[in-house]
């Protein structure tokens, strides 16, 4: 037996026992039999109730105690005996008090098993604001994910109160900004599907919500009394509310909404590192939502902009059959350079003219969208003097001239009129390949108009030409997509005339819209999936027999301007 400070110990090595009972760090020594044989100094502040000659297990906390029977029963079986301490083992960690400790454990040569502690509080804090900082970074950015992944409003609403329901609080209730009298609120309880609303509330009567509803600048976190809140702020099903938070969603200088996050009662508050934290998710929310709404925004112009641009769809007007077929050069592209357009006649009756244009602006895409929309505007507005096809293209001419676009445009004009069961048509090019004419036996015909392409030069020349189309026969203005079309076995082979003009042959007697659908086939065919530029093509056919019309020879599928 050899006595050291702290009590004696029952080992063979006074200079162990020794330096365990003088070590700076508590130390216990266990006995074969469960009981203390040495207890330090340390130790002694650490654990009030150990001293030499206790059970092990009536004064230390369960986890330690636990951890010994582990050792113990790992020890059985190993060596005994020898001189100096066993194979280092693994460590145990737990709580003592208000502290976190790792346990080390050791065995001695005379059967007794050493523990020694390491305050590891610090560190255990340490590593667990790491590791709680490390996932609220992986939750940022997958909700950031989820949030981006739709421009969709409503569903970035629901997202937004689904996460923070199911990451920050009990349930989570988003608002978006007042649009007219209604409010649109989004709630959703921790594990719930969200549920979306329209409510007929006033924000300032909840504390914080209205200025959180002004948008930018972002304004802090405000608390409010749960009894005093609204029925339509706590989610329905929810129960008694303990703590409630409103947090702004900060959007890019426009309003994004709010953020209310609810706990229950019997939860404790939030703290303000959760604000914190909520805060940043708010930040990415209100980027999110206020990206959609600018996106739905700019949707609605853009739709709204492109009803004017598109193709209008053509039908028989006055007895005459039109039709129309247009291809953009870029797939996902719905407007481009090439345009038409028909106008019927003001006062139906016979002989009365409608007006066709068919151009083709220089260059694609929406620029070119832009100034094919002026060329159409002008050409309405001059729809009085459409009797006289040179002096809209100069009054044409010079409005393009004086605008600040430099784009020049290749146009035709056609007054097509029905008399006497033909269709008569009077054609001018302006810059533009020359219209061809399917006669009812097949023959391909180019008439003989010209001129000069408008936009660029300060006068403008252009010669008009008369022809008549009889039953069945077919009149058709395209642009030179169609004929620079590259494609065929290599890819490089054009379309070009000659093969136009065959394909028009096939097409005689056929309807306008049969011819149309005809060449878009036959070009998508050729092309393939090679590049091409915009294509516009317009049949205008004498019909074979006379159709049934509506009061005024109109029928039902008539395009007005």
């Excluded at 305050?119 to 590593?127: C, F, I, V, Y």
């Excluded at 996106?295 to 641009?309: F, N």
Aim: charged fraction near 20%; charge should be negative.
């Amino acid at each position: 037996m050899a006595s050291s400070p702290g009590g004696s110990a029952p080992t063979n090595h006074p200079a162990t026992g020794f330096a365990f009972a003088t070590a700076p760090c508590p130390v216990l020594v266990v006995d074969p039999h469960g009981s203390l044989s040495l207890v330090n100094q340390a130790a002694t502040r650490l654990f009030p109730d150990a001293h030499i000659g206790a059970v092990l297990t009536s004064a230390v906390p369960l986890w330690l105690a636990a951890a010994h029977r582990r050792v113990e029963a790992g020890g059985a079986a190993g060596p005994s005996g020898g001189t100096g301490a066993g194979p280092p083992l693994d460590p145990a960690g737990g709580r003592v008090g208000a502290r976190s400790f790792e346990a080390h454990p050791a065995l001695l040569d005379d059967g007794d098993i050493a523990w020694w502690f390491v305050d590891d509080t610090e560190m255990r804090l340490a590593k667990d604001e790491l590791a709680l900082e490390r996932s609220r970074t992986a939750f940022l950015g997958q909700a950031s994910n989820a949030l981006l992944s739709s421009l969709n409003v409503d569903r970035c609403m629901s997202v937004t109160a689904q996460l923070a329901a199911e990451h920050l609080a009990d349930a989570a209730v988003v608002i978006g900004p007042v649009t007219g009298r209604a409010t649109p609120v989004v709630s959703c309880r921790r594990g719930h599907r969200p549920e979306g609303t329209r409510v007929n509330v006033d924000p300032a009567r909840v504390p914080g919500l209205a200025e959180a509803l002004q948008g930018f600048p972002p304004v802090p976190s405000r608390w409010v009394d749960p009894a005093a809140a609204p029925d339509w702020l706590v989610p329905e099903g929810f129960g008694t509310v303990g703590s409630m938070v409103v947090t702004p969603l900060p959007g890019h200088g426009v309003p994004a909404g709010a953020l209310v996050l609810l706990r229950y009662s019997d939860e404790a508050a939030f703290t303000d590192n959760e604000e914190v934290f909520a805060r940043l998710f708010a930040a990415r929310s209100g980027a999110a939502l206020s990206a959609a709404r600018l996106y739905a925004e700019q949707s609605s112009i853009t739709e709204t902009l492109m009803r004017e641009l598109l193709p209008p769809v053509l039908r028989q007007i006055d007895g005459v059959e039109f039709a129309g077929g247009y291809r953009p050069s870029g797939e996902g592209d719905r407007i481009g350079g090439d345009f038409y357009d028909v106008h019927a006649a003001p006062v139906p009756a016979e002989g009365a003219e409608s007006f066709v244009v068919l151009g083709d602006v220089c260059g694609k895409g929406l620029d070119a969208a832009v100034l094919t929309g002026k060329i159409r505007n002008t050409l309405h507005a001059l729809l009085p003097m459409a009797p006289d096809h040179q002096r809209m293209l100069r009054l044409l001419n010079g409005a393009l001239l004086n605008s600040h676009h430099t784009r020049f445009a290749t146009l035709v004009l056609a007054s097509a009129s029905r008399k006497d069961g033909k269709v008569v048509l009077r054609l001018t090019s302006a810059g533009h390949p020359p219209p061809l004419v399917v006669r009812a036996d097949g023959q391909v015909e180019e008439v003989e108009t010209r001129g000069t392409l408008v936009g660029a030069l300060v006068e403008v020349e252009s010669v008009t030409v008369r022809t008549v189309l009889g039953p069945g026969e077919t009149c058709v203005l395209f642009t030179d997509g169609f004929t620079e079309a590259r494609g065929g076995p290599l890819g490089r082979e054009q379309f070009g005339d000659a093969r136009l003009r065959r394909a028009l042959a096939e097409c005689a007697g056929m309807a306008a819209a049969a011819v149309v659908e005809r060449l878009q086939m036959l070009a998508a065919q050729w092309i393939g999936t090679g590049r091409h530029d915009d294509m516009a093509v317009v049949a205008i056919t004498a019909p074979r027999t006379n159709h049934l019309s509506a009061v005024g020879g109109h029928g039902p599928g008539r395009y007005t301007a």
